[in-house]
């Protein structure tokens, strides 16, 4: 079984930085796939961002040049930095891993972004 915990989530107004902490723990090894998704009520929830076991970045363009994400390969997690927040950010956000074909969620950490 593969646990995933996000934190970092809070209330920031507009223009403010948040950071997301992903840890994933149990029976995981090797370097595998973990990015970050983002749900609001009444929508689906939608990619934001995802790190390769190689360290290579994917970003949505809503987000690009505002959020960074990095990957701590030693221990499993990663890091969403997000910078010059908009009200548009606000949501819950789900950390999924990706291992042996199998996808692993957390329970998510809401982000709210007052004007």
């Known amino acids: 079984q593969v646990h995933v915990v996000e934190s970092g989530g809070g209330l920031v107004q507009t223009g403010g930085s948040l950071r997301l902490s992903c840890a994933a723990s149990g029976r995981i090894a090797g370097l595998n796939p973990m990015s970050w998704y983002r749900q609001t009520p009444g929508k689906e929830r939608e990619f934001v961002a995802g790190?390769?076991?190689?360290?290579?970045?994917d970003y949505a363009p809503s987000v690009k040049a505002r959020f960074t994400i990095s990957r701590d390969n030693m221990q499993n997690m990663v890091t969403l930095q997000m910078n010059s927040l908009k009200p548009d950010d606000t949501g819950i956000y789900y950390c999924r891993v990706y291992y042996r074909c199998r996808e692993y969620w957390g329970q998510g950490t809401q982000v709210t972004v007052s004007s």
């Open positions: 790190v390769a076991g190689s360290r290579s970045t």
